[in-house]
């Protein structure tokens, strides 16, 4: 079931990058295959890219006491604070991508931690403030820290150390003021529906380590209606 599931997924990653085009990365200037569609193939075989949130947004955003903004300012919100992202994390490898409903922060591994540890790096806490500032300034959203890892070592240890990496950024962000009722955390492991790139190269592997930040705005429909 497993094997069917890689299949799966690798055959979605492969239809999409068939149709792609190399892009020049904004941090460094190299032409690559664009990270976006990557994470996009990864989404269409796992799902979790759809929207939905951990736990579900009723009782996140009731507990969160988020108070939501205006249906029609969402989207505005949502690019000022990609753009501000965008610049705040330039040249730090950090990809911010617009999913449609929510913004994904993708940190990248070997820079957000060392090879197998789940403390966050001292050089990389400066952009994890960076992005701590940018959730407070933009108050009305839920947040969901994921992590990932690839399919070296095993399935155990591998999902106990995803789980460690999501809560540990999570933590950091918590420590720099954002209210924790907005986070939540889930750990994939080598789960691989969630593989966004080959696991058979270093720099596949490389691709499939990795924590996401998911933010998912809140509008006062949404508000509305988890309270009634």
């Known amino acids: 079931m497993a094997r069917r ?3 799966t997924a690798a055959l979605a990653t492969v239809s999409l990058l068939g149709v792609s085009a190399c892009v ?14 990557l994470g996009t193939a990864g989404g269409a075989a796992a799902g979790y890219l759809l929207g939905g949130i951990i736990g579900g947004k009723t009782a996140r955003i009731v507990g969160a006491g988020i108070g939501g903004v205006a249906g029609g300012v969402v989207g ?22 617009n999913e449609g409903e929510y913004i994904k922060v993708n940190l990248p591994d070997g820079v957000t931690f060392a090879t197998d540890s789940y403390v966050v790096s001292p050089s990389f806490k400066a ?4 992005i701590a500032a940018s959730l407070i300034k933009y108050p009305d959203s839920l947040i969901d820290v994921y992590g990932f890892t690839d399919n ?12 460690r990496r999501a809560k540990a950024v999570a933590d950091y962000l918590i420590y720099k003021g954002v209210p924790a009722a907005r986070i939540a955390t889930k750990g994939f492991g080598e789960d ?28 006062q429909e949404d508000v509305n209606a988890a309270n009634n």
Do not use: H
Not at 127 to 130: E, F, G, N, P, Q
């Open 5 to 7: 599931r890689y299949i």
């Open 24 to 37: 020049t990365d904004p941090n460094t200037g190299e032409k690559k295959v664009s990270r976006t569609v």
């Open 76 to 97: 505005y919100k949502m690019d000022q604070q990609i753009k501000e992202l965008e610049e705040s994390t330039a040249g730090t490898g950090v990809d911010v991508t």
């Open 127 to 130: 952009v994890l403030d960076d």
């Open 152 to 163: 070296t070592g095993s399935e155990s240890y591998n999902l106990q150390l995803s789980e």
């Open 192 to 219: 691989p529906n969630y593989f966004v790139a080959s696991n058979d190269t270093a720099e596949g592997r490389s691709l499939n380590r990795r924590v996401e930040i998911k933010i998912l705005p809140i509008s």
